[in-house]
Each structure stands twice: as C-alpha cells, then as structure tokens.
C-alpha cells in the first residue's frame, strides 16, 4: 500500500512537493517543532465570518495528529493580534511560551474562474512553561521558516486544486463521448447513470421519466456510491401538483425548477428537450452529508442538456427500432423478426428435443373485402385479426404478419393437437367477430380463415420444411372451401389415401 | 501495513498508540507498521473517498471506528469479515451488551470492539461545601445538578475557576456532548423499530435543550478563547466536570465521582470504539494478525489504561472493574448500558444532528440563540432523517 503524506521530492521547506494538504501539514509541524525544540506546534485555519479558529493538525511529543477544535481568540491576545497585523506575535502565560505565525494568501481557481480561494490561519508554535520563551530573533527565524514551507502549502492545495479541474476536463471528454453514444434504452440509461456516478462520485444518482400517457413519473434506474445499478420501476408518481414534491419540479411548481438544491446534498434536475421536461435526475450525498461543490453543480447543469437529448434518443431509438419489427396496424412482428426468431425457436426445439408447432393462417376473401368495402374496412379487418391472436396466445408463442393477410404463429413446445386447439378458438372467435360496415345495407361484416398447420419434429426436419408444409396445409384447406383448419399430417394421409386409390385427386401437390 | 487511528482530545491516547505500535514492531520485527491519527471527519471523508475512487483514495489496512460505523461501512463494503480471524471475537470474548450491537443479520462480524468509554460526572467535594450537602442523592437528577451549579457558580466566581468543566469538548455543543443526556431522558435519535427519527420528540428534544441550557447560561463557554490560551482546565480548577474518561490523580485531588446526572441506579449511554480491517487490505492477514495481537489483555490492557477508559475483551474489563477505585459508581454504570444503535443510517443522522448543533451554538454564542430555533433545527434534521431512513 501507498503510504499517505509521503514526501515525494525533497524535504526542504520551499522545495518540496507534498501528496496532498494532511502530507504537508504534517510535515511542516514535525519539521518546524524539530528545528525550533517546540513541546507542540498546531495549524488553525482562521474563518472570518464567525471569527473562530479551527485546528485542523497538531504535533505534539513526536506524534503527528489531526483534530478538531473551534476556538476564538480571546480579542486583543497575541493570536488575535497575528491574524489582524498578519505578523508574526508571541505571548507567556502559566501555560507556556506561545509564538503565533500568521498566514494569508489566495490562489486563483486552477479552471480559469474569476473567483479567488482564500487560505487564511494562523501556526501556533509552543514551549512548555520550563523552557526558554521566544525572543525576537528566533521569532522571526520561526515565522520565515514557517512562511517557506507555507509556499508548499500553497503548491499543495493549489495542486489538489488542479487534480479536481483535470478530473472535471476528463468527465467532460468522455462523459459527453458517453452520452452521444448512448442509443439503446436499456443500455444507455445504464451508461448515462455509471457515468454520472464514476465521474462526479455522488452517493446516489436517479432517473425517473415522464409517461405521458398515463400522466406518471416513472421511476427508471438507481446507481449507489459502489457503482451497483438497480431497476426503480417499482417507484411511480402522479404527475400532479401536489402529488409528491418530484412531481412538482417537474411540473415546474418547485422554487428554482430547473435547479433545486436541497440542503447542499442533493441536486433535483428536471431534463427538457425542445422545452419539453421528459424526466428527473436527482443525485444526492444524503449518506455521507458531503456537500455537492458547486463547480459540479456547474458541470452537471451543463450536461443536463445532453443527458435529457441522450435520454430521448435513446428512447427515440427504441421507438424506431419497434416501428421496424413490428407492424403498425396488426401490432404483430413483421416478418423479418420472425425470421430472426424462428431460427431461434427451431434450434432451440431441435437441441432440446422439443415440439415446435406453426400455424399459417389466411383472412378468407380478404382481396374481396379490400375491392368491395375499401382498405378502410380491409385495414380494420387486420387490426381485429391481429388484437384477437395477441389476446390469445401464451408468452412463449410468436405471431407474425407475414405479408397482405397472411399470418403465422410459432407455438414452441407445442404439438400439433394442442395447435389444433388455439387454431380453432382462434377462428371460432373470428367467426364471431362483427365488424361494422355503416354504408352497406347488413351494416356489419364476418370474416373466416383458413388454417394450415405443420410440426416439428413429426411433419419437417427443417425450417423450411416446416414453412412449407404449413403452406401445403393451408393450400389444402383454401382448396376445399376454406373456413376450416388442417394438420399437415393429416393431409399427407389424405394424400396418400387418395394415391392408393389411383384417383386424380390433385389436392395436395 | 497502515492503520488509521481516530484522534483523541486526550493525547496520551496517541503516545499508547505509539508505544503499542513499537512493541509490535518489536515483536514481529518483519511487519511494517505506521499509523496516522484522523479526526472523526476525516475519517468519515477519507472512507466516502475511497468508494468514491479506490484507486486515487486507498483505505488504511487498520481502521479504528466507533462501533455504530459498523454496519454502514461493512454494507457499503468496506470492511472485512473479521468474525472468524479474530480469536477475540470467535470466541464472543465481549460483555454481552457489546455483543448485541456487534452485528446484525448473521454470525458475522465486521469490527472487533477495542476499548469503551463511560459519561460521567465527577466533583471536587471541597468546591461543594455549602452548596452541596448531599452529593450521592442532590446530584442524582439532572435538576439537581443544575441547581447545584447555580449555587457553586454563584458563591465562587473567582480566577480562574469554573463550576463546570467538559474536557472532551470541541469548542460548539457537539452530539458526543448531548446524547448522554438525551439518554438520559429516555430519548433517542430513532424510534424502536428504526422506522422513524425522534429528533423532535419531547425527550430528546428536552435532553438537548437540558445541554444548550448549560451554554446559553455561561456554564459552559463555547468556542472558549480561555481554552484555547490556556487549555482545558485542570481538575483543580472546577467544582464539576463531565468525562466519560477516568481522571488521572483524582484520589490526590479530593475528586470523586458520581453516575451521569439523571441516571441515579447507572447505566446509560456507552461510547465503545473498534479496530476493523479494510476489504482492500493487500496485507489481511498481517492486518487480522496485529488486531488479533492488540486484543490480547497484556496489550489492550496498559494501552487502555494510559488514557482512562476500559478494555472490551470481557477477562481484562472485568479485571479493571474490580481494581477501579470508583468500582462502585462504575459497577453502577455498567449495570445497565446502552449502546448507540448500529443500523446504517445513525451515523448520517449523527452528522444531521451535528450540524442543527453548529448552527445552534453559533446562535448561542453571538447571544441571539431562542428556543424556536431549536425546534426548526431538530424539525429539519428530523426530516432529513426521514427522508435517509425511506431510502436506506
């Protein structure tokens, strides 16, 4: 393990480079109580606003510590005249000899900010009552020895300073990398979420995400402070004013909608696109009580924009994926999904040595239904076709519209009898189905289909085996007056009965 | 092998430590071990630092927490599971109110409690006469207590002498300051059943209120420029002090002690601290080897006894129970104690209170302190409280 508050290059004072503020603290007590024989030395920062003294580190009896203790000095003593002349001052009391060394200087902000840091306190350097008190000389030997390491001082804080801008300009680059390439739903948001958190290290970071529709505010995904991601689904508000206190900043009812700090821990950021809000992020210190810097409030509200673009496109994404797989009038999968999954379904039926059953099925008189009442009628014909099928199946089946009014099932681990029975409550419903037809004279329409069914591993071997002597079944059945469903076996039985009895029979082909 | 030591108003607590680690060095010449001493927040920060980013922040390979950090940083994945590496704590070598905050859901053990600490009251006798006749029955209540320093106070407001000292004290009324008495009232920062912060509820609200009492009144000086010119006051100089720390030399100084006022059979509030080992220790066993060596009596023993606080490991506490020239008042405060709860949100609700505190006692001290603004401070830390409990 790395040691903490090593001196890396040099132990001089106004030479040395120093790991951090405690390294130099650290380093400058022990070597100024060193030089000086100090019972103690301890390093207070000095806040103007309340006048109070913080002690941040002490050396005492060759033991380095930090601590903390608020004082005030009393006005007019020694330590209350070093931090107003900022020189150097000593004082005896029964308690011991006391040198106070002031310290005041501001850096500017490593990022180019107008604003300046301020670092003000005072060294408290001390002898116990036995030995010598300060003189003049070695006062001010103490206090420029002092101000030579302070210069470290400087560099170390003005260092860590720069680590923090340097980390913020590597968030930028590869957050705004992140964010532009984050397309998929369930990816992105996930991608969006660990970048927040591996950049900016909050305890908590949320995303929540307006359904329009059902006027909520969706909880989507979580990320904690060790980078695990979880699922919020469960979470759900009412996007109404009142309803919950996210609701109303998205609503824009919150003092400071855009921005809403909450005690310095927690950041609320509504997301808009265009000037549509779309969702809320909310990141959070709520556990550790560490206060968000306002430079990452800063960052993050600059990327409030690109997280809500990211967020949409990856929605929008989504939205265009399913237009391309599925069928907008029908709501089932198009073809080229089917194909994606029967290939999956079959491998998976033939590794497994399970049935796998395909229903090809025909709108009766479809063509007729289109030319006699128009497409308008035809359109409604499929989307009723297609809400009934959807209505009907199990979780594993897959309905396709395989083109014009042609529609295929895939029915995994399922025989052909058990096809047989979802093929006939599937017609028996169509038969009962009424579509209304207000300018022709019965005012309403029927529709039949025809069937054919085929199975693996009894009536094909291959997929397209299996397409095909669904297709023959199906042809069989159109052949014989339609309205009615076939297995393939038992056409090919047909078949075969009408070759025994050397008849003509060009049913099957 | 690094450890991290929580620092300590008492510095002989950090030479035991030193001294503890040079016997180590010298008993297992072959293991290097340095430490360094972080305050409460440090500590605190350095820890969310490394979940934040481990590599840039690694974690100290020894950790010393108070007890209730426990269950946070061992959920958060911090700690290791010392439970079976430690004979101490395989063997349950612990009195068994230390055990039932030891761990939660299972067998398992993430920190080994070291040492512990006892709020009490102590009193030079010599400084009561003629406003305290009875100590041992006048001193029992809070009330009396408070009656007693009015009278003290008021007869000898000389040099450098205060009715009250608070040794422990970082300058603005802490949590560490007002949780005895909130104990003592039978208050709590939680509810029972952890569903809810009491913040605002009458007893714990009221033991704060006991507490910032004793500062809006002068008994005890905020931000004191007198201590921090001169130091804390010695024993000698006050009629009463509050420490949960026995006091060196106290028989010499005609000093004795009494149960925490309010708490007249004993029991209430005990701070205990525990050593842990980091999950990211690339030396575990060397880690789990030096606590394991610290538990043992011959070594816990004089480090606790440097700085005045007692031992867990049952044999050795026990052993300095009997010894204990106040072993009376101390059996009398070990008969029923009490432990902060380890349940992960107390420490974030420990801070919430701390910062109601702050403001508080920058109120107090800039004289424009009202009763009110306790209350919105404790309605708000409350809330806050609220708000973590429903989200962890």
Known sequence: MKKSGKILYDADPGRAFYEGRDAFLKAALEAVSQQFSLDGASFYEYEEKTGLLRLKHRCAAGVSFEHEENLRPVPGSAAARAIETLKAAVSKSPGGSFLYSPFRFDYCDPAGGRSVIPCFGLVRLERSPRKRRFSPAETARADAYLRSFLRDYYKAEFFSLYRKYDKNVAAITELTEVFATALRVRDSFRHILSGIQTYFGFDRVRLYLIDEKNRKLKGELSADIRGQIKSIAYEEIPLEPGAHRFADIVLGRSSGAFMERYKDCVLYMPMAVQGVTIGLLIVDNLLSQQRIEPEELAMLKSFGGQIALAVDNSRLFDKVEELSLYDELTKLPLRRYFNQRFQEEFYRAERFKQPLALIWADIDFFKEVNDTYGHQIGDKVLKETGRLILSNLRKIDFPCRYGGDEIIILLPQATGAEATRLAQRLSQELAELRIPVPFSKTRELRVTMSIGISTFPADASTQDALLEKADDALYWVKSHGRGKISLYSDVAEEKKKAEQAGGSNNAVK | ?392
């Open chain 2, 1 to 392: 092998m690094i450890i991290w030591l929580l620092s300590d108003y008492d510095h002989r607590k950090h030479l035991a430590f030193k001294s503890l680690l040079t016997r180590f060095s010298a008993a297992f010449p072959s293991a290097q071990a340095e430490f360094s001493v972080k305050s409460r927040h440090s500590l605190w920060e350095s820890l969310f630092a490394h979940l934040r980013d481990p590599k840039r922040n690694p974690l100290a390979d020894i950790i010393e927490i108070p007890q209730n950090w426990t269950e946070l940083f061992s959920k958060l994945g911090l700690l290791a599971d010392i439970s079976s590496k430690i004979e101490a704590l395989a063997q349950r070598r612990y009195p068994e109110f230390i055990l039932k905050e030891l761990c939660h859901e299972d067998a398992r053990a993430f920190s080994a409690p070291w040492w512990l600490e006892a709020p009490a009251l102590f009193y030079r006798a010599q400084a009561l006469k003629g406003a305290v006749s009875d100590p041992e029955t006048e001193l029992a209540s809070w009330e009396g207590f408070r009656a007693a320093l009015d009278r003290v106070g008021a007869g000898a407001r000389r040099g450098n002498f205060r009715a009250l000292s608070v040794p422990g004290s970082s300058g603005s009324v802490s949590v560490a300051d007002v949780l005895p008495r909130v104990w003592g009232r039978r208050g709590g920062l939680f509810s029972d059943d952890f569903n809810r912060a009491t913040f605002t509820r009458e007893e714990t609200a009221g033991g704060i209120e006991d507490w910032l009492e004793l500062a809006v009144s002068g008994k005890i000086e905020l931000f004191s420029p007198d201590r921090f010119e001169n130091g804390p006051r010695t024993p000698e100089e006050c009629a009463f002090m509050i420490s949960s720390r026995k006091i060196q030399g106290s028989g010499r100084i005609g000093l004795k002690m009494l149960p925490y006022p309010g708490y007249p059979s004993g029991g209430g509030l005990m701070l205990v601290y525990n050593l842990a080992v980091s999950a990211s220790s690339r030396v575990p066993d060397e880690a789990q080897a030096f606590v394991s060596w610290a538990m043992e009596p011959r070594n816990v023993a004089p480090f606790t006894e440097s700085f005045g606080v007692f031992p867990c490991l049952k044999p050795v506490f026990e052993e300095h129970l009997r010894d204990e020239r106040e072993s009376d008042v101390y059996r009398r405060l070990f008969s029923a104690p009490e432990l902060k709860p380890n349940i992960m949100v107390y420490p974030t609700a420990e801070l919430l209170l701390e910062r109601a505190l702050w403001n508080l006692s920058l109120k107090i001290a800039r004289r424009d302190y009202e009763r009110e603004d306790l209350t919105r401070e404790l309605i708000m830390a409350q809330g806050e409280a609220d708000y973590l409990l429903s989200l962890y």
